[in-house]
Nanobody, 120 residues
Framework: QVQVVESGGGLVQPGGSLRLSCAAS????????MGWYRQAPGKERELVAT???????DYAESVKGRFTISRDNAKSTAYLQMNSLKPEDTAEYYC??????????????WGQGTQVTVSS
């Protein structure tokens, strides 16, 4: 069992920056891929970025060059550095943690989300 808590959201002006944190706890040895997703009202939840234990990252095209995902395995924590923020980035941001044991994928754990609002 893994618990996930996001933090770092808030209100920022266009062009500004925010850094989100995703802290995992519980059965931390089962933690595999970690990722950030976002969802705006009336829209589908979409993938923002993912990162493996070894540090291999993938990004949505809409955030490439602006967002950076990273992780600290010793702290069981993932981060999302968001720069050059746009109003279109406004959404609830969620952290997803993939759990596995050996080669067996056990499932996903989700946090409660943190709100990011980009507005002037």
């Amino acid at each position: 069992q893994v618990q996930v808590v996001e933090s770092g959201g808030g209100l920022v002006q266009p062009g500004g920056s925010l850094r989100l944190s995703c802290a995992a706890s519980g059965s931390i040895l089962s933690i595999s891929v970690m990722g950030w997703y976002r969802q705006a009202p009336g829209k589908e939840r979409e993938l923002v970025a993912t990162i493996t234990r070894a540090g291999s990252a993938d990004y949505a095209e809409s955030v490439k060059g602006r967002f950076t995902i990273s992780r600290d395995n010793a702290k069981s924590t993932a981060y999302l550095q968001m720069n050059s923020l746009k109003p279109e980035d406004t959404a609830e941001y969620y952290c997803k943690v993939q759990r596995k044991w050996g080669a067996t994928i056990l499932g996903d754990s989700w946090g409660q989300g943190t709100q990011v609002t980009v507005s002037s």
